[in-house]
């Protein structure tokens, strides 16, 4: 946590703001909830975090803004797991799997020496679920229509690329990037590697330049330093998004997941109290 206190901010005349994304937020939605909270006039994102990811999340304010491109150059860090042997269309977890194959051949020493083709510059295809513009349009508005487009490819660094665990089907890693590389473009291309396809199901990004998402603040702490509005001034309700309207970010899928795991541990935990319980006798 950074040693400087929220308090001691001054976002008007300009700030650079260190937080801690949550998961299935939007960048978007981040910006527009700390604006939102602290009245900030003018404010934007030093690079975009996917929905799934998680960590740094680089907020400048007021002047502060003028800094935004010079942020986003730096090298960035990421963590995250890898699971081998499924693909998806986004390849993450945004979307459902599409595809699966062996995995369980692999040794560690093969999974490890294909590392080594993705260090230095590298040509990578950003996917088609990504802000990447085509004739206009961001790509995953194509792509949530369900329609295909081509996506040029372009060099990108891979500056580090480490593997911390592997125990299959998942395999940890930490990374070091240049600038506009996707970690989830990195899952498929790794997949494609070792045969048996891949995808991205966790990304956290640690660091960004010198900054780190130790030091950085909960969305949930940046709230808390919501100004109490003018007296006179009414509570303006917020308005809620119809519910027809399509998901913003894309996640059913991502939200199904989560529905069967907690109604999978719910059915486990029922199980395990039937049993505690033993048997019952049957009415005469």
């Avoid at 491109?69 to 081998?84: C, H, P, S």
């Avoid at 590298?122 to 229509?145: H, N």
Wanted: hydrophobic share 40%; glycine share 6%; with cysteine.
């Amino acid at each position: 946590m950074s040693t400087k206190s929220l308090a001691d901010f001054d976002f008007e005349t300009g700030e650079v703001l260190l937080l801690d994304k949550p998961l299935t937020w939007t960048s978007f939605d981040v910006v527009r909830k700390v604006k939102n909270a602290l009245r900030i006039k003018k404010i934007g994102h030093a690079g975009t975090l996917d929905p799934l990811a998680t960590g740094l999340l680089i907020l400048c304010t007021g002047r502060k803004t003028k800094e935004i491109d010079q942020i986003q150059a730096q090298e960035k860090e990421y963590t995250g797991t890898f699971r081998l042997g499924e693909t998806t269309p986004s390849f993450d977890l945004e979307t459902a799997v599409d595809m699966a194959r062996p995995y369980a051949h692999l040794t560690e020493e093969q999974i490890r020496a294909a590392v080594t083709p993705f260090l230095g510059l590298i040509q990578q295809t950003p996917p088609l679920f990504s802000a990447v513009k085509i004739d206009g349009k961001r790509a995953y508005e194509i792509a949530r229509q369900g329609l295909d487009a081509e996506i040029k490819s372009k060099t990108v660094e891979i500056k580090a690329f480490e593997l911390t665990r592997i125990a299959l089907p998942e395999v940890d890693f930490r990374i070091v990037c240049s600038k506009g590389t996707y970690v989830r473009s990195l899952a498929r291309d790794f997949g494609v590697a070792l045969g048996c396809g891949a995808h991205l199901t966790r990304l956290v990004r640690t660091r960004i330049g010198e900054f780190r998402v130790e030091d950085a603040f909960s969305l949930e702490a940046i709230q808390a330093l919501r100004p109490p509005r003018p007296e006179g001034e009414s509570d303006i309700p917020r308005r809620e998004r119809p519910k027809t309207a399509p998901n913003r970010a894309g996640l059913q899928y991502f939200a199904a997941l989560q529905a069967d795991a907690l109604a999978a541990k719910e059915h486990q935990a029922a199980a395990g109290t039937a049993a505690d319980a033993g048997p019952t006798e049957a009415p005469e």
